[in-house]
């Protein structure tokens, strides 16, 4: 049974142009999903779909056995909670600190005024000290966020996509804005999420290499529809072409 | 940068300059101001602040009374200004981008934002006058009124500008509303809010005078009343007084935003 069915999914801002048209895929427990595409192609709208940060036209989204696209508040928080998500941009709050901004990822699981409070257990302080630790920035916890570098920041945001105890979770061009070592750095923290925690990750990228190096299957977008959905060695020259065009390629993969 | 952008960058500058003194001229002419009047009716009054606008021993004993009034007035401006604020977080959260409810509340935010700051705060002295009559409380809500106006349009740039991110972030998380408000909107925008805050209790000291002479109290008043009777004297006192206090209020402004940011 797939963790995520989507099935004739389209999406308009204006009722006018379709940004994504009829998309069906689906996706299973554990597995590493990259959707590549020009910039766009629809790739960040597909992902806010998926948890509901933007409205569905028509079409179905099925994401552990419910229907997302008729989701109401609480439901629709239920399944927040479920779905982690990483931005391109990290969406921290700069001003607090590293700590306070993991246990952000707490929040679907309070109350109102718990939140409003910070009440937080010790097992949740203790699950996130755990995550600092592993991602390799324990020892930057009670610094302010706007003193990391971009690399430690995208960490964090890793860090609080976890704590939600999520069972997808949902990337959005997650090194975009990073030099090549923080961006390795952060791929593989990515891949373990997978393979040693087994949560199922959706990533958007607009790097061809990275795709290929690290997901098990890739879906290729282009003008909102999916002109690729195979396994990473299936992806030949001649489909990366389809899904860029052929002479934007070279200035893309750059 | 190109040569034909300096160039063009040159001819507009001309351009403006051409401009602002046609329009100068023009307004000049339609009010019968004279430029050479003007300037030669300098020495003179420059002449006549320094021989009456004395501070003498004798007005020194008024000292105690204006500064009784002179703190009178600043108090209530910063209590027209916090008060004012906190209705103002409440109206920017409502009408602000990132954080509104709903499109009727924001509206409607936006809307007394608007009114209140586009009417100047005299007005709305001469206006409250008519319904509260000169006391003290007409003062404060000129002021109040006119700081809801300006806050509210300042908070709601912060908000959008320091957490449509955050907030972004945070709703995909499952939190809500007041989890997203509480812990990501109002802690990233509160220094540039209190920053603002302490902006408008300067002007609050400054506007207050002139709506004091209006409402019969505060120092304006004093100033009003010393001035009606030619004591001149006095006068220059109160308005050394209200210069040093506004001085003060500005230094220690400056030290808490440099503390906080
Ligand atoms: N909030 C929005 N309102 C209106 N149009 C949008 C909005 N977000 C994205 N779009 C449009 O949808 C199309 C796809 O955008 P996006 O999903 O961001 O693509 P990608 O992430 O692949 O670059 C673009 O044409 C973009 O202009
Ligand atoms: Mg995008």
Redesign the interface.
Do not use: C, D, S
């Given at each position: 049974m797939a963790l995520l069915q989507i099935a004739g999914l389209s999406k308009s801002y204006d009722n006018e142009t379709k940004v994504l048209k009829d998309i069906s895929f689906n996706v299973k427990a554990g597995e590493f999903v990259s959707i590549i595409g020009p910039s766009g192609a629809g790739k960040s709208t597909l992902l806010r779909c998926i948890?509901r940060?933007v409205s569905i036209s028509s079409g179905e989204v099925i994401f552990d056995n419910a229907q997302v696209t008729s989701m109401k508040k609480r439901a629709l928080?239920?399944?927040?909670?479920n779905?982690?998500?990483v931005?391109q941009?990290?969406?921290?709050?700069?001003?607090?600190t590293v700590i306070?901004n993991v246990l952000?990822?707490r929040?679907?699981?309070?109350s109102?005024l718990q939140?409003?409070l910070?009440r937080f257990t010790e097992a949740e302080k203790e699950q996130a000290f755990y995550l600092l630790r592993k991602l390799g920035i324990v020892e930057h916890a009670y610094k302010r966020c706007d003193q990391l570098s971009g690399g430690q920041q995208q960490r964090v945001?890793i860090a609080?996509?976890l704590i939600?105890d999520p069972k997808l979770v949902l990337c959005d061009e997650p090194i975009a804005s990073l030099d090549p070592n923080s961006s390795k750095i952060i791929m593989d923290h990515l891949k373990s999420i997978t393979s040693e925690l087994g949560i199922t990750c959706l990533v958007n990228l607009h790097q061809v290499e990275v795709a290929q190096q690290y997901s098990d299957r890739i879906i290729g977008l282009n003008h909102g529809e999916v002109v690729f959905d195979g396994l990473n060695y299936q992806l030949t020259e001649d489909k990366i072409n389809r899904i860029y065009g052929t002479q934007v390629r070279e200035l893309i993969t750059v | 940068m190109s040569e034909k952008v300096m160039q063009k960058r040159k001819w507009q500058t001309t351009i403006a300059l051409v401009i602002i003194i046609a329009i100068t001229y023009l307004s000049a002419a339609i009010t019968n101001f004279n430029f050479i009047d003007g300037l030669a009716a300098f020495p003179t009054a420059i002449g006549w602040m320094f021989s009456h606008l004395l501070i003498t021993q004798e007005s020194l004993e008024k000292l105690p009374a204006i500064l009784g009034k002179l703190n009178e007035t600043i108090f209530m401006s910063i209590a027209a200004t916090t008060t004012a604020a906190v209705v103002s977080i409440f109206l920017s959260l409502m009408g602000s981008k990132t954080t509104s409810v709903n499109g009727f509340l924001s509206m409607f935010a936006r809307l007394i934002a608007s009114v209140s700051r586009n009417i100047p705060v005299v007005a709305w002295a001469l206006i409250l006058l008519l319904s509260f009559g000169q006391n003290s409380i007409t003062g404060y809500l000129a002021l109040f009124v006119g700081t809801v106006g300006f806050l509210t349009r300042a908070f709601m740039e912060s908000i959008d500008e320091a957490s449509h991110s955050a907030v972004e972030a945070l709703t995909a998380t499952g939190a809500t509303y007041f989890h997203i408000v509480n812990k990501a909107v109002l802690p990233q925008s509160l220094p540039q809010m209190i920053s603002w805050i302490l902006f408008m209790i300067e002007t609050n000291i400054r506007s207050a005078t002139l709506v004091g002479i209006l409402t019969g109290t505060g120092i304006g008043y004093t100033f009003d009343m010393y001035y009606k009777s030619m004591n001149y004297n006095v006068v220059a006192l109160i308005t050394f007084s209200i210069v040093i206090a506004v001085i003060i209020i500005e230094l220690i402004s400056n030290y808490i935003r440099k503390v906080m940011m």
């Open positions: 948890n940060m928080r239920q399944l927040r909670t779905i982690g998500m931005f941009h990290y969406n921290l709050v700069p001003r607090l306070e952000h990822g929040f679907g699981y309070k109102t939140g409003v910070g945001g609080r996509a939600q | -």
